[in-house]
Protein backbone atom coordinates (compact mmCIF):
# COMPACT_ATOMS: atom_id res chain seq x y z
CA UNK A 1 0.00 0.00 0.00
CA UNK A 2 1.03 3.70 -0.64
CA UNK A 3 2.33 5.13 2.21
CA UNK A 4 3.29 9.56 2.52
CA UNK A 5 5.96 10.70 5.24
CA UNK A 6 6.08 14.46 6.18
CA UNK A 7 8.89 13.87 8.93
CA UNK A 8 8.52 17.90 9.36
CA UNK A 9 5.78 18.58 12.01
CA UNK A 10 6.57 22.15 12.16
CA UNK A 11 8.47 24.58 10.28
CA UNK A 12 9.39 28.74 10.34
CA UNK A 13 11.18 30.82 7.92
CA UNK A 14 11.50 34.40 8.43
CA UNK A 15 10.03 36.58 5.65
CA UNK A 16 11.77 36.66 2.04
CA UNK A 17 13.72 34.06 2.79
CA UNK A 18 13.57 30.09 1.03
CA UNK A 19 12.14 26.98 3.22
CA UNK A 20 12.35 23.56 2.49
CA UNK A 21 9.28 21.13 3.35
CA UNK A 22 10.35 17.07 3.21
CA UNK A 23 8.25 14.46 2.31
CA UNK A 24 9.00 10.69 1.46
CA UNK A 25 6.53 8.38 -0.21
CA UNK A 26 6.44 4.50 -0.58
CA UNK A 27 5.03 2.74 -3.25
CA UNK A 28 5.82 -0.24 -5.85
CA UNK A 29 4.49 1.22 -8.66
CA UNK A 30 6.40 3.70 -11.38
CA UNK A 31 3.43 5.75 -12.71
CA UNK A 32 1.88 7.91 -10.09
CA UNK A 33 1.71 11.46 -9.64
CA UNK A 34 2.48 13.78 -6.44
CA UNK A 35 0.81 16.88 -5.16
CA UNK A 36 1.53 19.54 -2.24
CA UNK A 37 -2.10 21.10 -1.25
CA UNK A 38 -2.10 24.45 1.17
CA UNK A 39 -4.59 24.45 3.87
CA UNK A 40 -4.28 27.85 5.29
CA UNK A 41 -6.11 29.03 8.67
CA UNK A 42 -9.29 29.29 6.47
CA UNK A 43 -9.07 25.57 5.71
CA UNK A 44 -9.76 25.88 2.32
CA UNK A 45 -7.23 23.00 0.61
CA UNK A 46 -5.50 24.67 -2.26
CA UNK A 47 -3.31 22.86 -4.98
CA UNK A 48 0.20 24.18 -4.58
CA UNK A 49 1.96 22.03 -7.29
CA UNK A 50 1.47 18.60 -9.37
CA UNK A 51 4.46 16.56 -10.52
CA UNK A 52 4.31 13.29 -12.73
CA UNK A 53 6.57 10.63 -11.67
CA UNK A 54 7.00 10.29 -15.36
CA UNK A 55 8.74 13.32 -16.18
CA UNK A 56 12.27 13.99 -14.82
CA UNK A 57 11.84 17.99 -14.51
CA UNK A 58 10.80 19.63 -11.84
CA UNK A 59 7.57 21.27 -11.68
CA UNK A 60 7.71 24.72 -10.71
CA UNK A 61 4.80 27.58 -10.38
CA UNK A 62 5.94 30.60 -9.47
CA UNK A 63 7.87 31.11 -6.05
CA UNK A 64 7.17 27.22 -5.89
CA UNK A 65 9.01 24.44 -7.22
CA UNK A 66 10.06 20.76 -6.02
CA UNK A 67 12.75 18.82 -5.98
CA UNK A 68 11.85 15.41 -7.47
CA UNK A 69 14.03 12.28 -6.44
CA UNK A 70 12.36 9.33 -7.74
CA UNK A 71 14.96 6.51 -6.76
CA UNK A 72 14.98 7.89 -3.49
CA UNK A 73 11.10 8.41 -3.36
CA UNK A 74 11.54 11.72 -2.28
CA UNK A 75 9.37 14.96 -3.04
CA UNK A 76 10.30 17.94 -1.41
CA UNK A 77 9.03 21.41 -1.46
CA UNK A 78 10.70 25.08 -2.25
CA UNK A 79 9.50 28.47 -0.95
CA UNK A 80 11.14 31.16 -2.47
CA UNK A 81 11.22 34.38 -1.35
CA UNK A 82 8.29 33.37 1.52
CA UNK A 83 5.56 35.90 2.28
CA UNK A 84 3.22 35.75 5.28
CA UNK A 85 0.34 34.69 2.89
CA UNK A 86 2.50 31.19 2.98
CA UNK A 87 1.54 30.83 6.83
CA UNK A 88 -0.19 27.24 6.75
CA UNK A 89 -0.55 23.61 6.62
CA UNK A 90 1.33 21.90 3.62
CA UNK A 91 0.40 18.78 3.02
CA UNK A 92 1.96 16.15 0.66
CA UNK A 93 -0.15 14.06 -1.27
CA UNK A 94 -0.03 10.23 -3.96
CA UNK A 95 -1.74 9.32 -6.75
CA UNK A 96 -1.63 6.02 -8.32
CA UNK A 97 -1.03 7.04 -12.10
CA UNK A 98 -2.96 3.67 -12.45
CA UNK A 99 -6.00 4.72 -10.47
CA UNK A 100 -9.47 4.18 -11.91
CA UNK A 101 -10.67 5.82 -8.53
CA UNK A 102 -8.71 8.78 -7.74
CA UNK A 103 -7.74 7.87 -4.08
CA UNK A 104 -5.28 10.44 -3.03
CA UNK A 105 -3.01 9.29 -0.09
CA UNK A 106 -1.80 11.90 2.22
CA UNK A 107 0.93 13.07 4.49
CA UNK A 108 0.39 14.22 8.35
CA UNK A 109 1.16 17.69 7.13
CA UNK A 110 3.87 20.20 8.02
CA UNK A 111 2.55 23.56 9.70
CA UNK A 112 5.09 26.38 8.20
CA UNK A 113 5.45 29.60 9.93
CA UNK A 114 6.42 33.01 8.63
CA UNK A 115 7.83 35.27 10.79
CA UNK A 116 7.92 39.19 9.69
CA UNK B 1 -18.65 31.30 -9.07
CA UNK B 2 -17.67 28.48 -6.40
CA UNK B 3 -16.33 25.59 -7.52
CA UNK B 4 -17.38 23.27 -5.10
CA UNK B 5 -19.67 24.00 -1.85
CA UNK B 6 -20.54 22.60 1.29
CA UNK B 7 -23.33 22.93 3.29
CA UNK B 8 -23.28 23.60 6.38
CA UNK B 9 -20.12 24.96 7.35
CA UNK B 10 -20.84 24.40 11.05
CA UNK B 11 -22.45 21.74 12.57
CA UNK B 12 -23.43 21.20 16.06
CA UNK B 13 -25.58 18.55 17.25
CA UNK B 14 -25.73 15.99 19.74
CA UNK B 15 -24.70 12.02 19.99
CA UNK B 16 -27.24 10.23 18.53
CA UNK B 17 -28.83 12.55 16.32
CA UNK B 18 -28.88 12.09 12.48
CA UNK B 19 -27.49 14.99 10.45
CA UNK B 20 -26.31 15.82 6.33
CA UNK B 21 -24.07 17.31 4.82
CA UNK B 22 -24.48 18.46 0.96
CA UNK B 23 -22.07 18.93 -1.46
CA UNK B 24 -22.29 20.53 -4.72
CA UNK B 25 -19.62 21.12 -8.03
CA UNK B 26 -20.48 23.17 -11.14
CA UNK B 27 -17.04 21.93 -12.36
CA UNK B 28 -18.37 19.39 -14.49
CA UNK B 29 -16.19 16.65 -12.95
CA UNK B 30 -17.39 13.51 -13.01
CA UNK B 31 -16.02 11.85 -9.69
CA UNK B 32 -16.88 13.34 -5.95
CA UNK B 33 -15.42 12.35 -3.07
CA UNK B 34 -15.66 12.37 0.79
CA UNK B 35 -12.11 13.08 3.05
CA UNK B 36 -12.69 13.03 6.89
CA UNK B 37 -9.89 15.31 8.52
CA UNK B 38 -9.50 14.34 12.22
CA UNK B 39 -8.22 16.34 15.14
CA UNK B 40 -4.68 15.89 14.31
CA UNK B 41 -5.53 17.27 11.14
CA UNK B 42 -4.82 13.93 8.89
CA UNK B 43 -6.97 13.55 5.70
CA UNK B 44 -8.35 10.34 4.66
CA UNK B 45 -10.52 8.96 1.85
CA UNK B 46 -14.03 7.76 2.83
CA UNK B 47 -15.60 7.69 -0.18
CA UNK B 48 -15.92 8.48 -4.18
CA UNK B 49 -18.25 8.57 -6.24
CA UNK B 50 -17.86 8.62 -9.81
CA UNK B 51 -21.04 9.29 -12.30
CA UNK B 52 -23.07 8.38 -9.71
CA UNK B 53 -21.52 4.94 -8.63
CA UNK B 54 -19.51 4.37 -5.66
CA UNK B 55 -15.88 3.51 -6.43
CA UNK B 56 -14.50 3.99 -3.06
CA UNK B 57 -15.71 2.82 0.31
CA UNK B 58 -12.92 2.93 2.63
CA UNK B 59 -13.14 1.39 6.53
CA UNK B 60 -16.08 3.19 7.25
CA UNK B 61 -18.96 2.55 10.15
CA UNK B 62 -22.14 2.10 7.99
CA UNK B 63 -23.73 5.10 9.89
CA UNK B 64 -22.02 7.15 6.82
CA UNK B 65 -24.16 7.17 3.92
CA UNK B 66 -23.32 8.71 0.81
CA UNK B 67 -25.61 9.45 -1.70
CA UNK B 68 -25.46 11.07 -5.32
CA UNK B 69 -28.13 12.19 -6.40
CA UNK B 70 -26.46 13.51 -9.66
CA UNK B 71 -23.02 13.88 -10.93
CA UNK B 72 -22.93 17.33 -9.24
CA UNK B 73 -23.85 16.80 -6.05
CA UNK B 74 -23.03 14.04 -3.36
CA UNK B 75 -23.99 14.31 0.29
CA UNK B 76 -22.88 12.42 3.53
CA UNK B 77 -25.79 11.55 5.67
CA UNK B 78 -24.25 10.57 8.79
CA UNK B 79 -26.81 8.42 11.16
CA UNK B 80 -26.34 7.99 15.38
CA UNK B 81 -23.89 10.72 15.80
CA UNK B 82 -20.85 9.65 18.45
CA UNK B 83 -18.01 11.96 19.63
CA UNK B 84 -15.69 10.51 17.53
CA UNK B 85 -17.42 11.83 14.92
CA UNK B 86 -16.16 14.97 15.30
CA UNK B 87 -14.26 16.33 13.20
CA UNK B 88 -13.98 18.30 9.64
CA UNK B 89 -15.46 16.82 6.38
CA UNK B 90 -14.47 17.95 3.29
CA UNK B 91 -15.94 17.42 -0.43
CA UNK B 92 -13.96 17.32 -3.27
CA UNK B 93 -14.18 16.62 -7.28
CA UNK B 94 -11.98 16.06 -9.99
CA UNK B 95 -11.92 14.31 -13.18
CA UNK B 96 -10.96 10.40 -13.13
CA UNK B 97 -8.61 11.22 -16.26
CA UNK B 98 -4.88 10.11 -15.13
CA UNK B 99 -3.88 12.54 -12.13
CA UNK B 100 -5.90 15.34 -12.28
CA UNK B 101 -5.90 17.36 -9.14
CA UNK B 102 -8.94 17.08 -6.88
CA UNK B 103 -11.06 20.58 -6.10
CA UNK B 104 -11.64 20.71 -2.08
CA UNK B 105 -14.47 22.43 -0.81
CA UNK B 106 -14.44 25.04 2.20
CA UNK B 107 -15.37 22.04 4.60
CA UNK B 108 -17.89 21.24 7.36
CA UNK B 109 -16.17 21.11 10.81
CA UNK B 110 -18.97 18.77 12.81
CA UNK B 111 -19.27 19.38 16.42
CA UNK B 112 -20.73 16.10 18.61
CA UNK B 113 -21.39 16.74 21.98
Known amino acids: AQTVTQSQPEMSVQEAETVTLSCTYD???????LFWYKQPPSRQMILVIR??????QNATENRFSVNFQKAAKSFSLKISDSQLGDAAMYFC?????????????FGQGTTLQVKP | DTAVSQTPKYLVTQMGNDKSIKCEQN?????MYWYKQDSKKFLKIMFSYNNKELIINETVPNRFSPKSPDKAHLNLHINSLELGDSAVYFCASSRLDRGNEQYFGPGTRLTVT
Open chain 1, 51 to 56: QEAYKQ
Open chain 1, 27 to 33: TSESDYY
Open chain 1, 93 to 105: AHLRGSSNTGKLI
Open chain 2, 27 to 31: LGHDT
